[in-house]
């Protein structure tokens, strides 16, 4: 069964610096998302990207954030200057129909000291 | 106000037991509403889509009421395995393709 990858599975990173989490969507998907769950709260959604564009955004994906999709297979949510409340778990996802069924990846988890 | 409103429990009902969850949206633009389930530190998974004639998919039906905006869950025949935190998603028309989740209602299935 297809499968949406992610990596790494755990990123630990000093304050200030910059991260790139790496996600393989399912192959023939054509929606792709991110989305940040801290320890303890609730799935938010930062953003998601069609036709190589991003198409919705959230308020937290502000300038500190960017994706790419930089080949065929990779799609990539790059943090600039990360903050100790940039800890959390990250899922991408994506979906393939335009009845938005998402399939999610296993997520990485990001620790910033 | 929040998007998505549930219940957070937790539920916690015995093997062969009958549960049902509820979820409210405060944006009656509304479009596509979904059931997840998340195990602990694991990624949701989805459980169904939730349509506006409802929907069964062996134990699980899911019913809509747009008219009060609001999703439900029931789960027939509670097994352990089916012990999981269950959240809600709703997607707005006037927001496009983004997604606001719940902070789910969390179900254990006792032996």
């Known amino acids: 069964e297809p499968e949406v990858t992610q990596t790494p599975s755990h990123q630990v990173t000093q304050m200030g610096q910059e991260v790139i989490l790496r996600c393989v969507p399912i192959?023939?998907?054509?929606?792709f998302y991110w989305y940040r769950q801290i320890l303890g709260q609730k799935v938010e959604f930062l953003v998601s990207?069609?036709?190589?564009?991003?198409?919705?955004k959230s308020e937290i994906f502000d300038d500190q954030f960017s994706v790419e999709r930089p080949d065929g297979s990779n799609f990539t949510l790059k943090i600039r200057s990360t903050k100790l409340e940039d800890s959390a778990m990250y899922f991408c996802?994506?979906?393939?129909?335009?009845?938005?069924?998402?399939?999610f990846g296993p997520g990485t988890r990001l620790t910033v000291t | 106000r929040k998007e998505v409103e549930q219940d957070p429990g937790p539920f916690n009902v015995p093997e062969g037991a009958t549960v049902a969850f509820n979820c409210t949206y405060s944006?009656?633009?509304?479009?596509?509403f979904f059931w997840y389930r998340q195990d602990c530190r694991k990624e949701p998974k989805l459980l169904m889509s939730?349509?506006?004639s409802g929907n069964e998919d062996g134990r699980f039906t899911a019913q809509l009421n747009r008219a009060s905006q609001y999703i439900s869950l029931l789960i027939r025949d509670s097994k352990l395995s089916d012990s999981a935190t269950y959240l809600c998603v709703v997607n707005n028309l006037d927001t496009g393709n983004q997604f606001y989740f719940g902070t789910g209602t969390s179900l254990t299935v006792i032996p």
């Open positions: 996802a994506s979906d393939g129909t335009p009845n938005y069924e998402q399939y």
């Open positions: 192959s023939n998907h054509l929606y």
């Open positions: 944006n009656s633009a509304s479009q596509s």
């Open positions: 939730v349509y506006s």
């Open positions: 990207f069609y036709n190589n564009e991003i198409s919705e």
